[in-house]
């Protein structure tokens, strides 16, 4: 029996290491040692190219807030809209939901990139087209479906059972929301926050054609680079695409902490 712990423990250290740390460490190492020949001696020539031209672009600084800013926004706006629709899906019977249901999913259905070419005309006539708010708008329609499904699902496993027993010893609407909603459903929030953020961030397409070149993201500078880059840039790149998600992620902890019942300080009984 304790064998089999062992082999199980051992079988899981050995995929996580493969399919996890050593990726993310040949890719820091890739972003300081010159790109590899096929038949070429294994010899690392160690460089800092790799970071001098990520850190010489004009428009990273600007864009990674950029970056950061409309996937805040679009993190809160998934909230607002999560929160209630999988609050009102999970709880509430009323005719058409199912149909409701179905159409929540539509977006992840239908091809992004025809309905963002069928939505830029309304933002142009609208005067949204070429603004972050714009991008903001159509970065929804990925992610809401997404934020959803999450928190319906934190609902349904939270159940109404809990909420009625709270009103019925006085609470409101507020102290409920603040002191069992949002702390039981800290899982679902934390999975809904960090799915939209990335997605949001990864939106390349839909940000240049609603943005048009003058809302500049952190995925418009990147992608440029992969046709033209060496593998030491595209590396060094790839490790600051992916510490914004890493920043928000400790930003976010951080928010969380100050949840009620949910302080890591907080002395246990």
């Given at each position: 029996?304790?064998?089999?712990?062992?082999?199980?423990?051992?079988?899981?250290?050995?995929?996580?290491?493969?399919?996890?740390?050593?990726?993310?460490?040949?890719?820091?190492?890739?972003?300081?040692t010159?790109p590899?020949?096929?038949?070429?001696?294994?010899?690392?020539?160690?460089?800092?190219?790799?970071?001098?031209?990520?850190?010489?672009?004009?428009?990273?600084?600007?864009?990674?807030f950029?970056?950061?800013?409309?996937?805040?926004v679009?993190?809160?706006?998934?909230?607002?809209?999560?929160?209630?629709?999988?609050?009102?899906?999970?709880?509430?019977?009323?005719?058409?939901?199912?149909?409701?249901?179905?159409?929540f999913?539509?977006?992840?259905?239908?091809p992004?990139?025809?309905?963002?070419?069928?939505?830029?005309?309304?933002?142009?006539?609208?005067?949204?087209?070429?603004?972050?708010?714009?991008?903001?708008?159509?970065?929804?329609?990925?992610?809401?479906p997404?934020?959803?499904?999450?928190?319906?699902?934190?609902?349904?496993?939270?159940?109404?059972?809990?909420?009625?027993?709270?009103?019925?010893?006085?609470?409101?609407?507020?102290?409920?929301?603040?002191?069992?909603?949002?702390?039981?459903?800290?899982?679902?929030?934390?999975?809904?926050?960090?799915?939209?953020?990335?997605?949001s961030?990864?939106?390349?397409?839909?940000?240049?054609?609603?943005?048009?070149?003058?809302?500049?993201?952190?995925?418009?500078?990147y992608?440029?680079?992969?046709?033209?880059?060496?593998?030491?840039?595209?590396?060094?790149?790839?490790?600051?695409?992916?510490?914004?998600p890493?920043?928000?992620?400790?930003?976010?902890?951080?928010?969380?902490c100050?949840?009620?019942?949910?302080?890591?300080?907080?002395?246990?009984?």
């Amino acid at each position: 029996m304790q064998y089999n712990s062992r082999i199980k423990t051992a079988s899981f250290w050995f995929l996580t290491s493969v399919l996890f740390l050593f990726p993310v460490v040949f890719l820091i190492v890739k972003s300081f040692t010159l790109p590899w020949r096929y038949q070429a001696h294994f010899h690392m020539h160690f460089t800092l190219r790799g970071w001098t031209t990520l850190l010489s672009e004009n428009q990273l600084v600007s864009a990674t807030f950029m970056s950061l800013l409309i996937g805040g926004v679009i993190v809160i706006l998934n909230l607002l809209i999560g929160l209630s629709a999988g609050k009102a899906l999970a709880f509430y019977q009323f005719k058409g939901k199912s149909i409701m249901d179905t159409l929540f999913l539509l977006p992840l259905i239908f091809p992004l990139l025809a309905i963002a070419m069928g939505v830029h005309i309304a933002m142009i006539r609208l005067g949204l087209a070429d603004m972050w708010v714009g991008v903001v708008l159509i970065h929804l329609v990925p992610t809401i479906p997404y934020s959803i499904k999450i928190l319906r699902n934190g609902y349904v496993s939270l159940g109404s059972n809990i909420l009625e027993q709270s009103t019925s010893l006085g609470a409101n609407v507020w102290n409920r929301f603040l002191t069992i909603e949002l702390p039981l459903l800290k899982p679902a929030l934390r999975s809904t926050i960090f799915l939209t953020f990335v997605i949001s961030l990864s939106q390349y397409v839909i940000t240049a054609i609603i943005g048009g070149g003058n809302v500049v993201t952190l995925a418009m500078v990147y992608f440029p680079f992969l046709q033209s880059a060496s593998s030491t840039v595209l590396a060094a790149f790839s490790i600051w695409f992916a510490l914004v998600p890493i920043l928000f992620y400790i930003m976010v902890e951080f928010i969380l902490c100050f949840l009620p019942y949910q302080s890591p300080w907080r002395m246990k009984s």
